[in-house]
């Protein structure tokens, strides 16, 4: 099992900028990929942002595109999520998530699926004003 641990986030004016960390630790040699997924209140959680552990090939939701920034330190066993030109619709809870080849072999490699994760963190509230 490999645990996570989000830090980062709190409450930023609009155009402002963020960065999370998500630390995983435990059977941290099993992780394919990692990912960044968020809630709003009364929403599904929904895909933000993934990268292969080894690799470093990376996804995006199409909203995020060009503002939020995904990348990995695996000597840290880290991976951060740099979001500038935030909006209030970016406002929400963010999750940390990591999966294994076999769990993300299940969705058939699709790591904008919540079933390619099999570990998740606490989750980072990101509140972003007007």
């Known amino acids: 099992q490999v645990q996570l641990v989000e830090s980062g986030g709190g409450l930023v004016q609009a155009g402002g900028f963020q960065r999370l960390s998500c630390a995983a630790s435990g059977r941290t040699f099993s992780i394919y990929a990692m990912g960044w997924f968020r809630q709003a209140p009364g929403k599904e959680r929904q895909f933000v942002s993934a990268i292969t552990w080894s690799g470093g090939i990376t996804y995006y939701e199409d909203s995020v595109k060009g503002r939020f920034t995904i990348s990995r330190d695996n000597a840290k066993n880290t991976v951060y999520l740099q979001m500038n030109s935030l909006k209030p619709e970016d406002t929400a809870a963010y999750y940390c998530?990591?999966?294994?080849?076999?769990?993300?072999?299940?969705?058939?490699?699709?790591?904008?699926?919540?079933?390619?994760?099999?570990?998740w963190g606490q989750g980072a509230q990101v509140t972003v004003s007007s």
């Open positions: 998530a990591s999966g294994t080849a076999a769990q993300a072999r299940r969705v058939l490699f699709n790591l904008r699926s919540r079933d390619a994760y099999d570990s």
